[in-house]
């Protein structure tokens, strides 16, 4: 890298000038590439190349040294440098890749997850001002992300983790949806509102939020969320209506105990899930479910 450095001048890019480099999920032929040329044998290099160049690189050596020891703190910096600024990446075949390495080289020594990134983190963290965490929450994950992103290199992320924009005055009464949560199956682990109710889900919950939350995604034309009967959800699980009435009340009281020990937020019992004799996610509680458990 630093011979190509070297031997290419830096340019601004603006002007319409043709970059180097391109990121993302780049189609070559049969095979995909996260960072590939689009010239050959360029005279310069913009900024922006070199930006992708050492990205691409300090990926690579991160990886290496997680491959060779096994190391999750690498295999997470080395996701950190790759997914940053990319919102395609969760839907890109990468996610798979990197579990797959990680699988392979750790020897099933840890739960790895590719898609609680660091950049995730600190979403689920901002959402989680909204519902007023602890004192004690807000510091474990600050200094977690920090010790991520400067551990990465991602210095300026590092450093913003420490002063950041909150979205809601934490002094204030109200603000805008401040009941609406955003519900996220990253695989094992169920997110609401940026607080994790489970480390691993149970399969039967596993199975009945996706079924509810694919309902929920499809809304129908005018906006209505249909509720699946008792006898619908129990068919598309495989579960007796017996066995999802008790895997609904276990999830609403892991909910309320969270919300209780790490917030000041009392929570309604039907705030994700209305139920019985129908279920459904309640729209009027839920602004946003995202499932990436298929793509584990």
């Given at each position: 890298?630093?011979?190509?450095?070297?031997?290419?001048?830096?340019?601004?890019?603006?002007?319409?000038?043709?970059?180097?480099?391109?990121?993302?999920?780049?189609?070559?032929?049969?095979?995909?590439?996260?960072?590939?040329?689009?010239?050959?044998?360029?005279?310069?290099?913009t900024t922006r190349d070199e930006a992708l160049l050492k990205r691409y690189v300090h990926t690579s050596e991160y990886l290496i040294v997680a491959c060779r020891y096994g190391a999750r703190r690498d295999f997470d910096a080395a996701l950190d440098i790759f997914s940053c600024g990319w919102s395609a990446f969760r839907a890109s075949p990468y996610p798979k890749i990197f579990l797959h390495l990680a699988d392979?080289?750790?020897?099933?020594?840890?739960?790895?997850?590719?898609?609680?990134?660091?950049?995730?983190g600190w979403h689920r963290m901002l959402r989680t001002y909204r519902i007023r965490v602890k004192p004690r929450v807000v510091i474990d994950t600050v200094t977690t992300l920090h010790d991520r992103f400067a551990y990465a290199g991602l210095e300026t992320s590092a450093a913003v983790v420490l002063t950041p924009e909150f979205p809601v005055e934490l002094g204030a009464d109200t603000a805008p949806d401040l009941d609406r949560f955003e519900v996220a199956l990253y695989g094992s682990p169920l997110s609401l509102e940026g607080m994790t109710v489970y480390e691993i889900m149970p399969q039967p919950l596993t199975d009945t939020l996706r079924v509810l939350g694919e309902v929920f995604t499809q809304r129908q034309p005018d906006g209505e969320i249909p509720f699946l009967s008792a006898a619908e959800l129990s068919q598309r699980t495989n579960r007796t209506p017996a066995a999802i009435a008790q895997t609904v009340r276990r999830f609403r009281h892991a909910c309320q105990k969270i919300f209780r020990e790490a917030a000041d937020h009392e929570l309604i019992q039907d705030a994700v899930i209305q139920g019985r004799p129908g279920y459904r996610i309640n729209p009027g509680k839920v602004q946003r479910f995202r499932d990436y458990s298929s793509v584990s």
């Open positions: 890298m630093q011979e190509i450095l070297r031997t290419h001048p830096l340019v601004d890019g603006a002007g319409g000038r043709v970059h180097a480099f391109h990121l993302g999920d780049v189609r070559s032929g049969n095979y995909g590439t996260f960072v590939e040329s689009s010239t050959v044998r360029p005279d310069v290099l392979r080289y750790t020897d099933s020594r840890h739960d790895w997850n590719p898609h609680l990134t660091a950049h995730e």
